[in-house]
């Protein structure tokens, strides 16, 4: 594993490598690179390429600043000031739920430096969903006292135990936090961000997250649309071969054209 020591605390990331274009993972909300896109990663479909697997502060291996704002523009920034230590010239992003808004921001901040953007159900505006408004309604000390340990239980009884373990291993002030970040949005919005950005963009619903109304708005504004077949929200647990098969496709597909 490897670190890189930001301003505000060490990121580790997994640096598996390979050639062409290098790919970087961006989690979701209470999850950790390191736990959610091992199988993806490691999937024929895209043993050729160099996969880097970021914890965010406040996730998995990462370091847990108390002092950190954990806010979608915060991490956006840590995420840039890793993409400036990599030297990579140019790199493509794969980010998902909560993440994907995360390399939407960092997108923004370094535009020349991402040569592809893709998103898996990410969000787009204010609001966030189920799991961040249930967690943004809490106090951050009743999150930390009673909230963490009730979601982690609850996703473990829904059938999502990688992410109840990496719930549960999360910094619960970095979780919180995120969710609120959520809830409040970002102005310009997300959506707005995406659609300013020029690099190929595309979005990935699971078949189970389905019908979504982007599936037929994004086309409209020059974002791609896939759906990625047995899978809902956690698509890199739900089927981890399906989705580096896609993302593979994907990325060949643009750096070709």
Known sequence: MQVFHSSHGALRYHDLPGSG????????????????????????????????????????????????????????????????????????????????????????????????????????????????????????????????????????????PLWAGSLAASHAPAVHRAAVSLVAGAEPSWRSQLLALTMPRSVVFGSLSLPQPDREQLPAKGVAVHVLADAGHAMSEDNPAGLATLLAGILERAHVA
């Open 21 to 160: 274009v290098p790919l970087l993972f961006i989690h979701g909300l209470g999850c950790a690179g390191s736990s959610d896109f091992p199988r993806v990663a490691a999937d024929p479909a895209l043993a050729g390429k160099r996969r880097l697997l970021l914890d965010l502060l406040g996730a998995g291996f990462s370091d847990r600043p108390d002092d950190f704002a954990y806010t979608i523009a915060a991490h956006a920034e840590t995420v840039a000031s890793l993409i400036d230590h990599l030297g990579l010239p140019q790199l493509d992003i794969v980010g998902h739920s909560m993440g994907g808004a995360v390399a939407i921001a960092a997108s923004s901040l370094r535009p020349a430096r991402v040569a592809q953007l893709v998103l898996l159900e990410p969000n787009l505006d204010r609001g966030g969903g189920p799991f961040s408004r249930a967690l943004a309604a809490m106090s951050e000390d009743e999150f930390i006292q009673r909230g963490q340990r009730r979601m982690a239980r609850l996703a473990s009884r829904e059938g999502s």
